[in-house]
């Protein structure tokens, strides 16, 4: 699959970017510059020589993929979804953005965000996508590292089939296991718990991830 990652320039993008490719898939490496583009396409080729990474601009690169990923900051949304709603119509479009907020006390998630969450807000402006909030809660630098991740990432968003695609797609990331978390309701939810694992990472060392037990019926963690 052609997988477009705007802001795949930035640690997350990266991060997802080497390991998609080196699960097989094709990446189309978006930004805001056909430079920085480039840039990051030699460096991601560099540290996989086998993989296949088009540099492209990131309006260029919604048309180009097949499932795009969202991996910019949360004030970038409001100028980067509109000119690129129509080449993401009909496609499955992975928001991995977190609105935070950094005090003195430490990370906190954003409440008062336009239309309830990050998730909602893409909806809210490529209304025929059908967006997916997922890998929120991921370490950007284990996931460059192509680390054993032991993670969960929970997937959430209106359309069933659009989940059950980035379930799929999840397989790729190194010892993650994908679990449906339902509607793009609880959006919102996901993306503030970066907020506490990036205080708990301060607090206690590490670089902490989501991990949930007590589930019978789902697959195990690789
Ligand atoms: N870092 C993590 O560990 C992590 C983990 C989970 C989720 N996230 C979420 O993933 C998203 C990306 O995180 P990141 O750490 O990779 O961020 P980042 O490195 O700060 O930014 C990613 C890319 O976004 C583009 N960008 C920056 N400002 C922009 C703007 N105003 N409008 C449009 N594009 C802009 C830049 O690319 P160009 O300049 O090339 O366009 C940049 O390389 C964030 O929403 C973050 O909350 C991050």
Request: charged residues 20%; negative net charge; hydrophobic residues 45%.
């Amino acid at each position: 699959m052609k997988i477009a990652i705007f802001g795949g320039t930035g640690d997350l993008g990266r991060g997802l970017a080497i390991n998609f490719a080196a699960a097989g898939h094709e990446i189309v490496v978006g930004s805001r510059s056909q430079e920085r583009a480039e840039q990051a396409a030699d460096g991601l080729r560099e540290a996989l020589p086998s993989g296949t990474f088009t540099p492209l601009e990131n309006v260029p690169a919604a048309e180009a993929g097949d499932l795009a990923v969202v991996s910019i900051p949360h004030e970038g949304i409001d100028a980067t979804i509109p000119p690129m709603a129509d080449a993401l119509a009909g496609k499955v479009v992975v928001s991995v953005v977190n609105a935070l907020r950094f005090g003195k006390s430490g990370s906190i998630a954003e409440q008062d965000i336009k239309h309830g969450s990050c998730g909602h807000w893409i909806q809210e402006l490529a209304p025929e996508a059908k967006v997916v909030v997922a890998y929120n809660n991921l370490p950007a630098a284990g996931l460059q590292e192509q680390h054993h991740l032991d993670a969960d990432v929970l997937v959430c968003g209106k359309s069933k089939a659009a989940r059950e695609q980035v379930l799929e797609l999840t397989s790729s990331l190194p010892g993650t296991r994908a679990l449906d978390a339902g509607p793009l309701a609880n959006a919102l939810i996901i993306e503030g718990m970066t907020a506490i694992i990036i205080n708990l990472n301060k607090r206690y060392g590490g670089e902490a991830s989501l991990s949930i037990s007590g589930l019978e019926n789902a697959p195990e963690r690789p």
